[in-house]
C-alpha cells in the first residue's frame, strides 16, 4: 500500500514538471454560489451550557459530497468550539459567532448566533 501511494504520488510530481501553471486547482461548478447553513441558527445558552452546531452545504460540481467543516468562536472569552465536532461550551456572558467554513474553501461558510447568559 505504501508503495503504490509514493509511487502514486511521484508520478503526480513528474507530471507536473515543476510548472505551477500545470496544477489543476478544483473550483466549484454552481449555478448559484455555494452555500452552508448551520443549525441552529442562533442559540442562548447559561454560563457552562454547551449545544452542538451542525452544518451542511448545498450540493455543487467541485466541492466535496461528504463536506468537513472546521469552526471557531468569534469570541473564546465568551465561548469556546471544538474546531471538528462543533461543540459550544459557554463560558461567560456575553455574545459571540460560532462559525463554520469548509475546509479547502473557505468562501464556503454558515454562522451561528450565540447569547450567553449569567
Do not use: Y
Amino acid at each position: 500500500m505504501k508503495k503504490v501511494l509514493f509511487a502514486s504520488l511521484l508520478i503526480g510530481i513528474f507530471a507536473c514538471n515543476s510548472d505551477p501553471s500545470s496544477v489543476l486547482i478544483p473550483t466549484p461548478d454552481c449555478n448559484q454560489p455555494p452555500g452552508a447553513s448551520v443549525s441552529p441558527t442562533t442559540a442562548a445558552l447559561r454560563v457552562g451550557g454547551t449545544v452542538r452546531v451542525k452544518a451542511s452545504m448545498t450540493p455543487c460540481e467541485g466541492l466535496p459530497a461528504i463536506p468537513v467543516f472546521r469552526w471557531q468562536s468569534s469570541d473564546t472569552l465568551t465561548a469556546t468550539v471544538d474546531p471538528i465536532t462543533g461543540l459550544v461550551h459557554a463560558r461567560r456572558a456575553g455574545t459571540a459567532s460560532i462559525v463554520a467554513t469548509l475546509v479547502g474553501f473557505p468562501d464556503v461558510g454558515g454562522v451561528m448566533a450565540l447569547v450567553v447568559a449569567p
